[in-house]
């Protein structure tokens, strides 16, 4: 009978290969997927609890207020839009047209006690800016036990 035995020599092979073909394949590959995923719109969110509200801003780039949506739904905050871009350049003896599109989603879970009819959002300078006024809270109150 013959029997194949792991020699301890080889056993980085395989992951020493996967390692080169992931650095060939980045070589190779087109650059339009590199560059779609490095053009992909994500803006950045910040959120902020103040005593009375939670503030949220998120870094909007060259979107009119009329291409965002703000939605709010049982604790989670939604901020979603479409980005396009369009540029021709007509110069001598050369034109071109670039035109760049994306939509973007990202969402924010926020305590529930938020007062839904109060919700604001505003646009400025490429910011937009979100304000949840937190909902008034029930009194506590301290019960007395009594016996039977």
């Given at each position: 009978?013959?029997?194949?035995?792991?020699?301890?020599?080889?056993?980085?092979?395989?992951?020493?290969?996967?390692?080169?073909?992931?650095?060939?394949s980045r070589f190779f590959e087109t650059g339009q997927s590199r560059n779609m995923a490095e053009n992909a719109f994500v803006p950045a969110v910040d959120v902020k609890?103040?005593?009375?509200?939670?503030?949220?801003?998120?870094?909007v780039?060259?979107?009119?207020?009329?291409?965002?949506?703000?939605?709010?739904?049982?604790?989670l905050l939604t901020l979603s839009g479409e980005k396009r871009e369009?540029?021709?350049e007509d110069k001598g003896n050369y034109h071109v047209v670039e035109r760049r599109y994306g939509s973007?989603?990202?969402?924010?879970?926020l305590p529930k006690d938020v007062d839904v009819e109060?919700?604001?959002a505003s646009h400025k300078d490429g910011v937009l800016s979100v304000t949840?006024?937190?909902?008034?809270?029930?009194?506590?109150?301290?019960?007395?036990?009594?016996?039977?």
């Open positions: 009978m013959t029997y194949l035995v792991s020699y301890p020599q080889f056993r980085g092979v395989n992951r020493l290969r996967r390692e080169v073909d992931d650095i060939f609890e103040t005593e009375n509200a939670f503030e949220v801003s998120a870094e780039p060259g979107l009119k207020p009329q291409e965002i949506n703000v939605e709010y739904n049982d604790g369009e540029r021709e973007f989603s990202r969402s924010v879970r109060q919700l604001k949840l006024p937190k909902a008034a809270k029930s009194a506590s109150k301290t019960i007395e036990v009594t016996a039977g």
